[in-house]
Each structure stands twice: as structure tokens, then as C-alpha cells.
């Protein structure tokens, strides 16, 4: 992780992030529900955040999480598009 952030290297960087705390989680849970749907719509990486309030992917351009954020609406879920700073 550390060497994919030195070099901006988005691959190297999804790649290496893990949850521990997802090994607690029953894989029949809407965290694995979630982190399923965002892969399958193009994410790089996903995963919860923290003890498990979210669920997050990480996309290599715009267009391809504004495509996941628009596949997601209507689910159930609150479903957020961000970008980091």
C-alpha cells in the first residue's frame, strides 16, 4: 500500500486495502451485498469502512463510478458519489 501511494499507482493501492473487521461480518450480510454490486459495476476495490456504517468502492475515472452511482439508485440503499481531496 505504501509503495502504490508513493508512485500514484491506483492498481497497487486497491490492491492492498483490507478490513479485518470483514472477516466478523456473515457473508449473507448487505456489507457483502453491497461491496458485490460495486465490483460487479466496475470497481476497483471495495470494502466497509470502519466497523461497517459504509460501504466504499474505488473507481479509476468519473465516469466509471458515476456509472455504478446510477446502477445502485434504488436499491434501498443511500448511495453517495465522492471524490477524494
Same mark, same amino acid.
Given at each position: 500500500l505504501t509503495a502504490g501511494l508513493?508512485?500514484?499507482d491506483l492498481q497497487e493501492? =486497491? *490492491? #492492498?486495502l483490507y478490513? %479485518?473487521?470483514e *472477516? !466478523?461480518?456473515p457473508t449473507e450480510s448487505d456489507v457483502f451485498t453491497i461491496r458485490a454490486a460495486l465490483l460487479r459495476y466496475g470497481?476497483? #476495490?471495495?470494502?466497509m469502512s470502519g @466497523?461497517? @456504517? *459504509? !460501504?466504499?468502492? !474505488?473507481?479509476? =475515472?468519473? %465516469? *466509471?463510478a458515476r456509472r455504478a452511482y446510477d446502477a445502485m439508485q434504488? #436499491?434501498?440503499?443511500? !448511495?453517495?458519489?465522492?471524490?477524494s481531496v
Open positions: 508513493a508512485h500514484g493501492i =486497491t *490492491a #492492498n478490513n %479485518t473487521f *472477516a !466478523v461480518i470497481a476497483l #476495490n471495495a470494502m @466497523s461497517g @456504517s *459504509a !460501504v466504499f468502492g !474505488v473507481f479509476d =475515472t468519473k %465516469t *466509471a434504488g #436499491n434501498g440503499w443511500q !448511495v453517495f458519489l465522492c471524490e
